[in-house]
Structures are given as structure tokens and as C-alpha cells.
């Protein structure tokens, strides 16, 4: 079945430094794909709606310069929270649709723990 | 707007037990129908779905209907198991493009004991 590969599976840094997060269809070609974040206990908040060649769509409330998107090719996104802070701290997690299953495939996550 | 309603939890039960966990839905157009489960620390596994009425959903032993009338799709197993143990989610999207949404509900988080 489809694949989708995210990375790290989690990282620690330090508070004003920047964290990329990858994710990767491995064997299908995404041309969206979609950035959650998970606080403890709760349920998918949808960040980001990433369009491979084109600008990420944020949903309400989300701050564009401060989660930037980039999806540069059919197999490839990435999230990087910049100038993190302790509130950012989360589980992040991608996902995107492959037409052969009609099915959306996830990541494993990113734990992001900023010190 | 669409949304998706699951029942609060924890849920607790014994090993071999029967398994509920309700979930109604509201939703502009024809949605299709899902049930995630996410295991500790990990991402989201599809565990089954269903796209029109009255279709059943199936796999590892858990079932669910998608009943149009009553709008809900409730999650049911017929005896549990410790590994069972996890966080599971109802969602929905309406439309087949990749750009469709997944809409989810709050979350039910099953805990089996021996």
C-alpha cells in the first residue's frame, strides 16, 4: 500500500532556532499534501494544505511565516517551524492522498520539543 | 460547515469485551467515511472506511456501518484485546480530489485491560 515517510521522528532544539520536518510519499506521487499538529490528548488540528508547485493553504489562525511550507516536487514537503518557542512544542504530523486507494496515507509523526 | 462527533473517553474495558464507540456526522455534500486508529506515539492508520450508504467497513475484527438516516458510522468489535489499546479516530471528506479534506472527530481513547 502507499507509504508515506516522515522525518525526524522527533527533535529537540533550542528556543529561536529553526526545525525542518520532511515528509516523503515513497512510492506514490502526492500532489498535495496536508500538515497537522496534535496536542496531547487531543484531536488533528489541519495546519496547511501544500500544493506541490505552488503556495501552501493555511487554515484560519495559522501563521504563514512562522510554519512555512515548501513542496517542491510530486514526492517531497516539508514544514519548518521557524524561530521556535516553547509553545510550538507538538506532535506534527503529514499526510496526502494517493488515487490508487482512495485512502489518505500518514506519516509517524514528529515529536517537536523546543527547550 | 462539516464535522464529525465521537463519543468522550476514555473508554475502558476488559479483554474480551464488547467494543461501541459512536460517531454522527454532519456534512455539506456526500461524504465518505473513516475510522483511524493511532497508536502511542505514532502517526495514523487507516482501519477501515465506507463511501456510501449503507456500506459496511471492516478489518481486524472491528466493523462499521455507515447508516445515512441516522448519520453515524459507530465503531464495533466483538471482543477486544489488549493490543487494541490506542486512540481512534472518525472522520470524513466529501469529494474525491487530492485536495479533499479530512474532517476529524475528537478522538476516543480505548484502554483494555487483562
Known amino acids: 500500500g502507499a507509504v508515506v515517510s516522515q522525518h525526524p521522528s522527533w527533535v529537540i532544539c533550542k528556543s529561536g532556532t529553526s526545525v525542518k520536518i520532511e515528509c516523503r510519499s515513497l512510492d506514490f506521487q502526492a500532489t498535495t499534501m496536508f500538515w497537522y499538529r496534535q496536542f496531547p490528548k487531543q484531536s488533528l488540528m489541519l495546519m496547511a494544505t501544500s500544493n506541490e508547485g505552488s503556495k501552501a493553504t493555511y487554515e484560519q489562525g495559522v501563521e504563514k511565516d512562522k510554519f512555512l511550507i515548501n513542496h517542491a516536487s510530486l514526492t517531497l514537503s516539508t514544514l519548518t517551524v521557524t524561530s521556535a518557542h516553547p509553545e510550538d512544542s507538538s506532535f506534527y504530523i503529514c499526510?496526502?492522498?494517493?488515487?490508487?486507494?482512495?485512502?489518505?496515507?500518514f506519516g509517524s509523526g514528529t515529536r517537536l520539543t523546543v527547550v | 460547515g462539516d464535522s464529525v462527533t465521537q463519543m468522550e473517553g476514555p473508554v475502558t474495558l476488559s479483554e474480551e469485551a464488547f467494543l461501541t464507540i459512536n460517531c454522527t456526522y454532519t456534512?455539506?455534500?456526500?461524504?465518505?467515511l473513516f475510522w483511524y486508529v493511532q497508536y502511542p506515539g505514532e502517526g495514523l492508520q487507516l482501519l477501515l472506511k465506507?463511501?456510501?450508504?449503507?456500506d459496511k467497513g471492516s478489518n481486524k475484527g472491528f466493523e462499521a456501518t455507515y447508516r445515512k438516516e441516522t448519520t453515524s458510522f459507530h465503531l464495533e468489535k466483538g471482543s477486544v484485546q489488549v493490543s487494541d489499546s490506542a486512540v481512534y479516530f472518525c472522520a470524513l471528506t466529501v469529494g474525491t480530489g487530492t485536495a479533499s479534506k479530512l474532517t476529524f472527530g475528537t478522538g476516543t481513547r480505548l484502554q483494555v485491560t487483562l
Open positions: 499526510s496526502a492522498r494517493d488515487y490508487r486507494e482512495d485512502g489518505y496515507t
Open positions: 465506507a463511501t456510501k450508504a449503507d
Open positions: 456534512a455539506t455534500g456526500y461524504p465518505s
